[in-house]
């Protein structure tokens, strides 16, 4: 943790843009770094989402990858600075992109691309299981193809 991230990440969260680098607004990666290093975990899971999106519509699928990755290992270990881990709603999203990613990157049929499937499929179910729990009285009905 530098004193130039910490310093570089407060001015950019506190929407000083002439403090900022041009790479800071054409880079989500390098604005994500500061607030990683500055140990903002809750805006560095943001912004790795942010860059692994950039990434994903330049078909840059291994930067996507890799930034996207590290929101992920962010978040997977609580990262969130307020409630311990990130929000389901955003582990999802993440998770969903780095699938995609992967799928288009080393192919639908790559072990990879099943085991992030199935990362998938767990948040979705852990989701759907608190719903319900959440409200009993609905019912929901699953599609089957």
């Known amino acids: 943790m530098t004193a130039c991230s910490r310093a570089a990440a407060r001015r950019c969260m506190l929407g000083q843009p002439k403090s900022c680098t041009k790479a800071h607004r054409q880079e989500p990666e390098a604005l994500a770094h500061h607030f990683t290093e500055a140990g903002l975990n809750d805006l560095g899971i943001e912004w790795w989402g942010k860059a692994g999106d950039q990434a994903l519509r330049r078909s840059a699928f291994k930067e996507a ?72 009285t609905t019912s929901r009905s699953r599609r089957t193809c």
């Open 65 to 136: 990858i890799a930034h996207l990755g590290k929101a992920i290992e962010m978040a997977d270990k609580g990262g969130g600075d307020t409630a311990g881990a990130a929000p389901i709603r955003q582990r999802l999203k993440l998770q969903t992109d780095y699938a995609r990613a992967i799928a288009w990157s080393r192919g639908y049929a790559a072990d990879e691309t099943k085991a992030a499937g199935a990362r998938v499929q767990e948040l979705v179910s852990g989701t759907t299981i608190s719903q319900s729990a959440s409200t009993p």
